[in-house]
């Protein structure tokens, strides 16, 4: 018998039940999230160091800086920017820090973490790369950090919906831009 057996009724995890049914997901674990502005972004989640929510007087205001950041934040003991997602695209729409929390995603390259404070966390989700295409009707300011876009067609019950776009985004290209320099 392969794997570890259990003790009581010497089964293997991969013979009990209810890991046989399970289906393995299909495509690559990407965080969905939405900016102010209402449009819907994501990132995989292998460049994700992690997600959190803090409250907007945690956030450290520093002065003289771009108007892209928000300020630092302290995480454990490591002090990081966060900036604001939405404008760092060239959204319209600045991000709303008048409310108890404001969701950051840490991204981390090489040695470099930046929190990118977004409007709202929608979830973990299995997304097929292999359908990913390249993006259309994107503004000049927001085209060097998309690495391709998904049309989400509109669910079976709401026909008079239109199709979402999900666009990908490259968070490499965002953490090494030089736009936080000015």
Same mark, same amino acid.
């Given at each position: 018998?392969?794997?570890? &057996? #259990?003790?009581?009724?010497?089964?293997? +995890?991969? =013979?009990?039940?209810?890991?046989? !049914?399970?289906?393995?997901?299909?495509? @690559?674990?990407?965080?969905?999230?939405? %900016?102010?502005?209402?449009?819907?972004? *994501?990132?995989? *989640?292998?460049?994700?160091?992690?997600?959190?929510?803090?409250?907007?007087?945690?956030?450290?205001?520093?002065? /003289?800086?771009?108007?892209?950041?928000?300020?630092?934040? /302290?995480?454990?003991?490591?002090?990081?920017?966060?900036?604001?997602?939405?404008?760092? +695209?060239? !959204?319209?729409?600045?991000? /709303?820090?008048?409310?108890? !929390?404001?969701?950051?995603? *840490?991204?981390?390259? =090489?040695?470099?973490?930046?929190? +990118?404070?977004? #409007?709202?966390?929608?979830?973990?989700?299995?997304?097929?790369?292999? =359908?990913?295409?390249?993006?259309? /009707?994107? &503004? #000049?300011?927001?085209?060097?950090?998309?690495?391709?876009?998904?049309?989400? &067609? &509109?669910? !079976? @019950? %709401?026909?008079?919906? @239109? @199709?979402?776009?999900?666009?990908?985004?490259?968070?490499?290209?965002?953490?090494?831009?030089?736009?936080?320099?000015?």
């Amino acid at each position: 018998m392969v794997g570890n &057996p #259990d003790f009581l009724t010497g089964i293997g +995890l991969e =013979q009990a039940p209810e890991f046989q !049914e399970l289906e393995s997901p299909e495509g @690559e674990l990407h965080l969905r999230f939405f %900016v102010p502005s209402g449009n819907e972004f *994501a990132l995989s *989640a292998t460049g994700i160091r992690e997600v959190i929510s803090q409250s907007p007087d945690r956030i450290t205001l520093i002065p /003289n800086v771009s108007s892209l950041l928000l300020g630092t934040l /302290n995480i454990r003991g490591r002090v990081i920017w966060v900036a604001d997602l939405g404008q760092f +695209l060239g !959204e319209p729409t600045t991000l /709303n820090t008048d409310r108890p !929390e404001i969701p950051v995603i *840490a991204v981390e390259d =090489q040695d470099t973490i930046l929190g +990118l404070a977004v #409007d709202q966390i929608v979830g973990m989700d299995w997304l097929d790369v292999e =359908q990913v295409r390249l993006p259309t /009707n994107v &503004p #000049d300011s927001m085209a060097p950090f998309l690495r391709g876009e998904w049309v989400i &067609p &509109p669910k !079976e @019950e %709401v026909k008079e919906e @239109e @199709e979402k776009i999900l666009r990908l985004l490259d968070q490499v290209a965002i953490v090494r831009s030089a736009r936080w320099a000015a």
